[in-house]
């Protein structure tokens, strides 16, 4: 096994190993391992303190923030209050100034009474009920050993738990799923009692044991889980439910949120009455002693656990499913199943072919219920789950303009009041110019503001408030948005190096650093720095003393600023030109627009969008390069200042497809991150990751209109694309688009 050691964060801790129901779904009493005969009733006191000082060792191994601990059963309630307190004594007092402790019980809530909740109020334990629904649901398999129903007193104990004194404690309802039960009406009474959760479990099957299914179709219980989804999102989803939200979250990028789907590592371990330590104890259901490891409280730590190979098998992520699985578009919400869902007993194999391999490389028994369940909530869910941003240009710009305000709101959280009196004031200049003009909006839609933001966050978080240059800068942002408002306002800024940069306006040469106030005045503006007065008449001609930000807007070209002047510009792989001359910048704008000339006669529909969205072009130093969308701020693109209008027509276009998908994924959850899965690219030797593969498909789609050349990388990258359990439902809908596009180029 490979990989770092997975810490437990979750413990079962067995208190009681009899229960006073007769269930006859139970995987600890009716399933295939019959270990709980052997096991002693109640948890013992040296179990108790043995088991709260190796998770306290354990905690504070791997400086675990929290832990929860599960107790559970047979029926925990059956272990009695001063053993329960005993218990929760010892956890909490091992736990104390190491890990924070999040107690839970999982009960059937025959026993619950107020001298059970007072105690679960005193150590904060909070409570689980099993409920299977209504009562001909709930006593389809919920009985006493006589047959009797169990459901009367089921929602005796929910009614006192939802009581004001104990709501707090509510955790919420477990329902095992049957296929044979009505769903609305199963939802429907479980609704009724407002449970803060639903959990929907499967019943535990297996390849040899499989699970009933009364109509004999292969996805019954997506059925009937979809037809409880629909239910649910019809009312409003008025409480979370586990299953529904773990496939949303995996669709959109997100984690799982249950054991039994996707591919996090399990990070649980269970303690038996005896104090035995074994794996999660569904596994009983494959066969006897599935779950052993051969480890014990007292003798063996958790970490001696912790890399049992059998733990570390389900710690494996995409590595730890069947090979069927890993080929298969919904494992990332599947995730293969839970792990006991696997298992196949080697069976006899048929003449001449042989028989499958025993154990837990296959696919779930419920294989086809998950996919129909994860492809039913995604194909209802299309709609709401794409982010605007995909394939809306307009729609991506306000976006990135809203994401650009968040990160100033976050600097003004990061400093916490350490900015001092001069932020403080910028930031009540920075409202009243918002109030007065749209100035503000202009000069933080600028690319190269995202890159002072990332910094000045960085250096705030750093406890540095003074870096990097925070109130010479936004004294800069504010006085630019203040003379683009045409607001009648001085503004203070503070400068250094002798030159006072006004980001999107240009750079004004004062001779020494200091102070100085800036105003609007007729015809351009006016800077003052003690007795000394320059007026600026023109913002965008160039003096002695001042270089504006030129534009290129000329021979039908779009007008974009020509940034040789900010001082955070200098982000790409090639250093920015210090500047450019006025011959040299003319000569550089001209072969821009002619650039631009054959895109718009190429592509004419990205050319428009390009000039829609882009803002920014910086002219590179040095020897013709590749095209770099800025790390920070749609918009800006580093172009070389070198090549024919033929070369940078396809830079352009390259840098633009670039720039369009590095915003996107700044806003919008295209893929998962949570693993780096290689695929094989037509454009390298050996495979990518899944980034990699997707920025260039988008990249060669657009460069294909261009340059028919690139067209058949492009699909192929997108046939590799097209089954990948990476992509969420915006990233599916992006792939779509490129499709089409790349489908226009195939057949014009």
């Known amino acids: 096994m490979t990989g770092p050691l997975v810490p437990f964060r979750e413990i079962v801790l067995k208190v009681h190993s009899r229960c006073d129901l007769a269930c006859d779904h139970c995987y600890i009493y009716e399933h295939a391992d019959q270990s709980w005969r052997t096991r002693p009733k109640a948890i013992s006191d040296e179990a108790i303190s043995r088991t709260a000082l190796r998770l306290a060792e354990h905690a504070a191994t791997h400086a675990l923030p929290s832990v929860s601990v599960i107790l559970h059963g047979g029926e925990p309630l059956l272990a009695g209050p001063a053993r329960l307190r005993r218990v929760c004594e010892e956890l909490t007092a091992a736990l104390d100034g190491v890990a924070e402790l999040d107690l839970r019980v999982h009960t059937n809530g025959l026993q ?15 409570v689980g009920i099993s409920l299977d629904g209504d009562r001909a649901a709930n006593d389809r398999h919920r009985r006493f050993a006589d047959g009797r129903s169990s459901h009367p007193l089921v929602l005796k104990a929910v009614e006192l738990l939802r009581q004001d004194r104990y709501r707090h404690l509510d955790l919420g309802l477990l329902c095992t799923v049957d296929a044979a039960n009505d769903p609305v009406g ?29 109509d004999g179709s292969p996805t019954a219980y997506a059925d009937w889980l979809l ?73 063996h730590a958790f970490d001696e656990v912790a890399a049992h ?51 837990f490389d296959h696919p779930s028994v419920y294989c086809a219920d998950l996919a129909a369940l994860i492809r039913g909530i995604e194909d209802r869910t299309r709609a709401e789950s794409v982010p605007p941003a995909v394939g809306h240009p307009g729609e991506l710009l306000v976006a990135q303009h809203e994401l650009t305000r968040s990160m100033l709101a976050e600097l003004h959280a ?60 936004v004294g800069a ?81 779009p007008d974009l600023a020509l940034d040789d002047v900010d001082p955070y510009r200098d982000l790409f792989d090639a250093p920015a030109h210090p500047g450019l001359g006025r011959d040299e910048a003319a000569d550089w704008s001209g072969r821009l627009a002619a650039a631009w000339a054959l895109l718009r006669e190429a592509v004419p529909d990205q050319a ?64 998962a991150l949570d693993g780096a899965w290689l695929r094989p690219a037509p ?57 089409a596009e790349a489908d226009r180029v195939r057949h014009p």
């Open 227 to 299: 037809a409880v989804f629909d239910r649910w999102d019809a009312r409003g989803r008025p409480m979370p439910v586990r299953l529904f939200d773990s496939v949303l979250s995996t669709l959109a990028g997100g984690p799982s949120l249950t054991e039994s789907l996707g591919l996090a590592p399990t990070d649980l371990v269970v303690v038996e009455t005896d104090g035995t330590l074994e794996q999660v104890d569904s596994l009983k259901s494959a066969y006897e002693g599935a779950a052993a490891t051969g480890f014990d409280v007292f003798a």
């Open 477 to 557: 942002y504010l006085a630019a948005a203040v003379l683009r408002g045409g607001l009648d306002t001085a503004v203070r800024v503070r400068h250094r190096g002798g030159v006072l940069v006004l980001p999107t306006l240009g750079a004004l040469r004062l001779g020494e650093p200091g102070e100085a106030e800036v105003r609007l005045a007729e015809k351009g503006f006016v800077v003052r720095t003690g007795a000394t007065e320059l007026r600026v008449v023109r913002a965008d001609e160039a003096t002695g003393v001042w270089r504006p930000v030129r534009r290129l807007g000329r021979d039908g070209a």
């Open 608 to 671: 428009a969008e390009a000039a829609a969205t882009l803002s920014t072009l910086t002219p590179l130093d040095g020897p013709f390069r590749s095209p770099v969308a800025a790390p920070y701020g749609y918009g800006a693109l580093g172009i070389p200042v070198q090549g024919a209008p033929e070369a940078l027509a396809p830079t352009l276009l390259r840098g633009y497809r670039r720039a369009t998908l590095r915003a996107l994924t700044e806003v919008a959850d295209l893929y």
């Open 414 to 473: 990061a400093l916490d009041g350490r900015g001092g009196e001069p932020w403080q004031e910028a930031w009540e200049l920075a409202a009243a110019v918002e109030r007065g003009s749209d100035g503000l909006d202009a000069v933080f839609a600028h690319p190269y503001t995202r890159t002072w933001l990332a910094e000045a966050i960085a250096a705030a978080r750093g406890d540095r408030p003074d870096a990097p240059d925070l109130a010479e800068r």
């Open 309 to 359: 190979p059998g733990v570390r098998s389900r710690q494996l992520g995409l590595a730890g499913v069947s090979e069927e699985c890993r080929r298969c578009p919904v494992v990332r919400s599947c995730g293969g199943g839970l792990y006991t869902h696997r298992y196949r007993s080697a069976p006899e194999p048929s003449p001449g072919a042989p028989g499958a391999p025993a154990g």
């Open 683 to 739: 454009w390298r030797e050996r495979p990518v990751p899944f980034s990699e593969l997707l920025a260039g498909a988008h990249e060669r789609v657009g460069l294909a209109a261009y340059d028919r050349r690139h067209l058949d990388h492009a699909l192929r990258a997108l046939d590799t694309l097209e089954d990948a359990a990476e992509l969420t439902v915006g990233g599916k809908s992006l792939l779509t688009t490129l499709r």
């Open 112 to 126: 619950l009474s107020p001298r059970y909740l007072d105690l679960f109020d005193e150590f904060g334990v909070r």
């Open 186 to 214: 199963v939802y429907d009474a479980l609704d009724a009692l407002d449970p803060p959760r639903i959990d929907f479990l499967l019943p535990h099957a297996t390849w040899d044991e499989p699970p009933p299914r009364p």
